[in-house]
């Protein structure tokens, strides 16, 4: 967005400002980037520590498209993480583990969501001083990174010889 092409931050914000009324008033069948909008405004506003306008992008990312099947689904994880860092950052770790565990729950739970989610909820056991059960899973999200990532770039042509 324009924020990155240009850095010109306080133009990106206004620009972000402005948009919210216009994708608020399309559907997700007329305009099926309305998902991955919100996420991106959600994203943007929290990197600004715009709590309030981030939390309220990333939930109508996630309502905007209904079916599991849909493929506006993409940024529904991420819109999910994203709230969950939130809350976890508000020290309101109960909601910040509900955000967390949708996405082991959401049909878009590929395995490196499982592994981000996983780590996610230990370091929140971890905030809570529930070590025993937060070092296994920051333990399993950090090796299926690891695993994930050595797949990736075992299969790049690049690295093939």
């Known amino acids: 967005m324009y924020e ?3 850095n010109n931050y306080p133009k990106a914000m206004e620009y972000y400002h402005r948009m919210i009324p216009l994708v608020a008033i399309v559907t997700p069948d007329n305009f099926p ?3 991955m909008i919100y996420y991106q405004l959600g ?3 929290f990197r600004y520590h715009d709590y309030h306008r981030a939390k309220f992008c990333l939930l109508e990312s996630i309502s905007c498209a209904e079916d599991p099947g849909d493929p506006r689904h993409s940024a529904h994880n991420s819109s999910r993480n994203t709230l969950g860092l939130y ?3 508000i020290n309101q770790l109960d909601s910040a583990l509900y955000w967390f565990r949708s996405i082991l729950e959401s049909p878009e739970c590929v395995p490196i969501w499982e592994a981000i989610a ?3 909820i230990g370091k929140a056991y971890h ?3 529930k070590d025993d059960e937060a070092i296994p899973l920051l333990e399993f999200g950090r090796k299926k990174v690891i ?3 050595n797949v990736r770039l ?3 042509p690049w690295t093939n010889s």
């Open 43 to 45: 994203e943007s506003y």
């Open 154 to 156: 075992h299969n790049c």
């Open 33 to 35: 980037h309305k998902t």
């Open 118 to 120: 996983k780590a996610n």
């Open 127 to 129: 905030l809570q001083n």
């Open 87 to 89: 809350y976890q950052l």
């Open 4 to 6: 990155y092409r240009f």
């Open 147 to 149: 695993e994930i990532e």
